[in-house]
T-cell receptor, first 111, second 115 residues
Framework: QKEVEQNSGPLSVPEGAIASLNCTYS??????FFWYRQYSGKSPELIMS????GDKEDGRFTAQLNKASQYVSLLIRDSQPSDSATYLC???????????FGTGTSLTVIP | EAQVTQNPRYLITVTGKKLTVTCSQN?????MSWYRQDPGLGLRQIYY???????DKGDVPEGYKVSRKEKRNFPLILESPSPNQTSLYFC??????????????FGSGTRLTVV
């Protein structure tokens, strides 16, 4: 079983819609959760972090964490073509020494 | 500018010829790590370092070595590269260890081809 699982997509949404990206993780002891965006040919860049159950909002982005269900999601409101990228979910290990990454979900926002 | 600097960006080498990929950060980060990214497999951790002189294996350490003699530098060494090490490599750093809420800053990546 992979530590972090994401639907690889591709996910396509029209411009202005809400994009919903999901991630599940296997380690119940994980304490920190992150979303990264990676444009084609570029390095990942941090969008948001979350470590408490519930929602965390930052501009058009909302991260949601449900530790009981071992589930993390990212909502992108008012999606723009510039949001077209691969979104990576990352989770800290139980020991706190490592990050584990999902394989990413490819998002395309259609103008 | 706060950044993680990797060199070289692109490298083509032959099987068995030792090489080093350098990584340097200017943010006084404690935690540094190397990843390789392969299609369908995502980012896999090779080695990580919690601080100076403290390094440990990640999930795919075979064929790689690292050292952390200074806080800012974390080079990746391939003693005898093989074609299965052809990949995109990323160095990343974080202010503190992963249990905290600090994420990574990534370098620009090194595209390595071993022929």
């Amino acid at each position: 079983q992979k530590e972090v699982e994401q639907n690889s997509g591709p996910l396509s949404v029209p411009e202005g819609a809400i994009a919903s990206l999901n991630c599940t993780y296997s380690d119940r002891g994980s304490q920190s959760f992150f979303w990264y965006r990676q444009y084609s040919g570029k390095s990942p860049e941090l969008i948001m972090s979350i470590y408490s159950n519930g929602d965390k909002e930052d501009g058009r982005f909302t991260a949601q964490l449900n530790k009981a269900s071992q589930y993390v999601s990212l909502l992108i409101r008012d999606s723009q073509p510039s949001d077209s990228a691969t979104y990576l979910c990352a989770v800290s290990s139980n020991t706190g020494n490592q990050f584990y990454f999902g394989t990413g979900t490819s998002l395309t926002v259609i103008p | 500018e706060a950044q993680v600097t990797q060199n070289p960006r692109y490298l083509i080498t032959v099987t068995g010829k030792k090489l080093t990929v350098t990584c340097s950060q200017n943010m006084n980060h404690e935690y540094m790590s190397w990843y390789r990214q392969d299609p369908g497999l995502g980012l896999r951790q090779i080695y990580y370092s919690m601080n100076v002189e403290v390094t440990d294996k990640g999930d795919v350490p075979e064929g790689y070595k690292v050292s952390r003699k200074e806080k800012r530098n974390f080079p990746l060494i391939l003693e005898s590269p093989s074609p299965n090490q052809t990949s995109l490599y990323f160095c990343a750093s974080s202010l503190k260890h992963p249990r905290t809420n600090y994420g990574y800053t990534f370098g620009s990546g090194t595209r390595l081809t071993v022929v």
